[in-house]
């Protein structure tokens, strides 16, 4: 009989929180992934913590919901207080978090798409 293998992934560390300054009520994610519409998260994600081991870790902030609009790409790990107006005067709808380091031509193909790369989990 075939045991199968569970791997955990621990980084990146995206915690979000529902309001500004890491207050109120808060969600931790592990791992690759893409939060499609950040209202749909604790009825809105309005600051969040985002930490990695490596430099390498790419956390991409969206205008629009489903990882469309403009966006705004960030290395390493990063606190950010109020998500209101972040990105040229907008507010952040969508976001993706990766251990990897998104290229701007991948960016712009999930942009593009919607699809995630393979490995990714949507929210």
Known sequence: MKKEAQISQTYPRLTVYS??????????????????????????IESL??????????????????FRGNFRVL?????IRDLDDY???????SILSTNQR??????????DTGNLPAGYRLI
């Open 19 to 44: 309001e500004e300054n890491f207050l109120g009520r808060s969600r931790i994610y592990t791992g690759n992934l893409g939060i499609r519409n950040t209202d749909s998260i604790l009825d809105g």
């Open 49 to 66: 913590r985002f930490f990695s081991t490596s430099s390498n870790a790419t956390l991409v902030l969206f205008t629009r919901t489903r």
């Open 75 to 79: 290395r390493g790990s990063r606190n």
């Open 87 to 93: 990105i040229n005067s907008n507010d952040v709808e």
């Open 102 to 111: 998104l290229t701007l031509s991948q960016i712009r193909n999930i942009r």
